[in-house]
Nanobody
Framework: QVQLVESGGGLVQPGGSLRLSCAAS????????IGWFRQAPGKEREGVSC????????NYADSVKGRFTISRDNANNTVYLQMNSLKLEDTAVYYC???????????????WGQGTQVTVSS
């Protein structure tokens, strides 16, 4: 069974940094495109970033461009989301997901982790 496990969330002050990890068990991540999503209370789940399995190409939501970086370490079967210059509005539960393609809609992704809470607060 495909399992994704996120870690690295926590409480950070505005302007701070966190690195989220998405690790997989029972399957190899490098065959999948991996996306990061987030969901704040009362809001829909939104795409944050995605990295391709074929060529490593990446894309980002406008709200995080220049601040977040997605990367993959196939040797360790892990995908990371480095988040810098965090803002109050980045507060959300962050999820990683695996799919054959970097689909726009969250409902098009096949496999999900349980999420990790990121709270940006002074």
């Amino acid at each position: 069974q495909v399992q994704l496990v996120e870690s690295g969330g926590g409480l950070v002050q505005p302007g701070g940094s966190l690195r989220l990890s998405c690790a997989a068990s029972e399957f190899t991540l490098d065959y999948y495109d991996i996306g990061w999503f987030r969901q704040a209370p009362g809001k829909e789940r939104e795409g944050v970033s995605c990295i391709s399995s074929s060529d490593g190409s990446t894309n980002y939501a406008d709200s995080v461009k220049g601040r977040f970086t997605i990367s993959r370490d196939n040797a360790n079967n892990t995908v990371y989301l480095q988040m810098n210059s965090l803002k109050l509005e980045d507060t959300a539960v962050y999820y990683c997901a695996a799919n054959l393609i970097c689909a726009i809609g969250a409902d098009q992704w096949d496999y999900w982790g349980q999420g990790t809470q990121v709270t940006v607060s002074s």
